[in-house]
C-alpha cells in the first residue's frame, strides 16, 4: 500500500501576514519615486509625489485584492 505523504499547506491567515507588509513597501517606493522625480524634475503644476502615490495605492490594492482571490479559490 502507498501512504500519500502527508502534505502540510500553512493557514490561510498565514499567507494574509504578508499582505499589509506588500501594500507598504509598495506604496513607499512609489512616494520615494514621486519624491526624486519632484526633486529632480520640478514642474509647477504636475506634482509627481501626489500622482505616483494614488498610482500606487490603486496597483497595492489591486494585488491585495488578486491575492485574497487566489487564497479564496485554492482547493483545500
Do not use: T
Request: hydrophobic share 40%; net charge positive.
Amino acid at each position: 500500500m502507498e501512504e500519500k505523504p502527508n502534505k502540510k499547506r500553512p493557514s490561510k491567515w498565514l499567507a494574509l501576514i504578508n499582505i499589509p507588509i506588500q501594500m507598504g513597501l509598495i506604496i513607499f517606493l512609489f512616494s520615494y519615486f514621486g519624491d526624486w522625480l519632484d526633486e529632480n524634475h520640478p514642474h509647477p503644476k504636475i506634482y509627481y509625489n501626489k500622482i505616483l502615490v494614488m498610482l500606487g495605492v490603486g496597483v497595492a490594492l489591486y494585488n491585495v485584492i488578486r491575492q485574497v482571490n487566489e487564497i479564496n479559490n485554492e482547493k483545500d
